[in-house]
């Protein structure tokens, strides 16, 4: 049974540092990409990174570049988002997800989710 667990949300003024932790067990974990994606309150679920599997490539949206860099560590099967300079506009729930294949940026196209973990920035 595949299972992704994140953790590390919270509350943050803007301008602060989170950083997010998603650690996966029941796959074979350097077989996947890894991406964070993010849905706030009455809007879609967004992409926000990805990470290839050997963890030499990272994609980013345009909305978070320069700000959050994503990281993997294969052997302890866990996937790093660290978010700096956080702006309001960034509170949402955080969700990981593994993908046998390429990185896609569609949320239809990933094959496990998580359970999500709540970012609250504030003014």
């Known amino acids: 049974q595949v299972q992704l667990v994140e953790s590390g949300g919270g509350l943050v003024q803007a301008g602060g540092s989170l950083r997010l932790s998603c650690a996966a067990s029941?796959?074979?974990?350097?077989?996947?990409?890894i991406g964070w994606f993010r849905q706030a309150s009455g809007k879609e679920r967004e992409f926000v990174a990805a990470?290839?599997?050997?963890?030499?490539?990272?994609y980013y949206a345009s909305s978070v570049k320069g700000r959050f860099t994503i990281s993997r560590d294969n052997a302890k099967n866990t996937v790093y988002l660290q978010m700096n300079s956080l702006i309001p506009e960034d509170t949402a729930v955080y969700f990981c997800?593994?993908?046998?294949?390429?990185?896609?940026?569609?949320?239809?196209?990933?094959?496990?989710w998580g359970q999500g973990t709540q970012v609250t920035v504030s003014t």
């Open positions: 029941g796959l074979t974990f350097s077989s996947y990409v």
């Open positions: 997800a593994a993908r046998y294949g390429s990185i896609m940026t569609s949320t239809q196209l990933w094959d496990y």
């Open positions: 990470i290839q599997r050997s963890g030499d490539n990272a």
